[in-house]
Nanobody, 125 residues
Framework: QLKLVDSGGGLVQAGESLRLSCAAS????????IGWFRQVPGKEREGVSC????????FYTDSVKGRFTLSRDNAKNTVYLQMNSLKPEDTAVYYC??????????????????WGQGTQVTVSS
């Protein structure tokens, strides 16, 4: 079975950093993309970033550009989201997701096929 496990969230103060991980397993093809989304109560799930597993192309939403960086370790089938200079408004549950059937980055959560369980990121002021 295809599975994503996301981890690395926690409680930090504004200006500090966190590194989230998304470990993928059970995929029959290497051709997929990993997106990161975040959600807070009362708001829509927001696309944060995306990386192509094979091509390495990355995309970021404007609010995190210059602060968040995606990377991948294909040998470990793991994607990392390095989050620097965190702000209180970054507080959310962060999810990684895989898009397999049509492996191109998208900011729309409903276009992704598989999801991690979510990891809480809390940034205090």
């Amino acid at each position: 079975q295809l599975k994503l496990v996301d981890s690395g969230g926690g409680l930090v103060q504004a200006g500090e950093s966190l590194r989230l991980s998304c470990a993928a397993s059970g995929f029959t093809s290497d051709n997929y993309v990993i997106g990161w989304f975040r959600q807070v109560p009362g708001k829509e799930r927001e696309g944060v970033s995306c990386i192509s597993r094979n091509h390495g192309s990355t995309f970021y939403t404007d609010s995190v550009k210059g602060r968040f960086t995606l990377s991948r370790d294909n040998a470990k089938n793991t994607v990392y989201l390095q989050m620097n200079s965190l702000k209180p408004e970054d507080t959310a549950v962060y999810y990684c997701a895989a898009r397999v059937a049509y492996p191109y980055c998208s900011g729309n959560f409903f276009e992704y096929d598989y999801w991690g369980q979510g990891t809480q990121v809390t940034v205090s002021s």
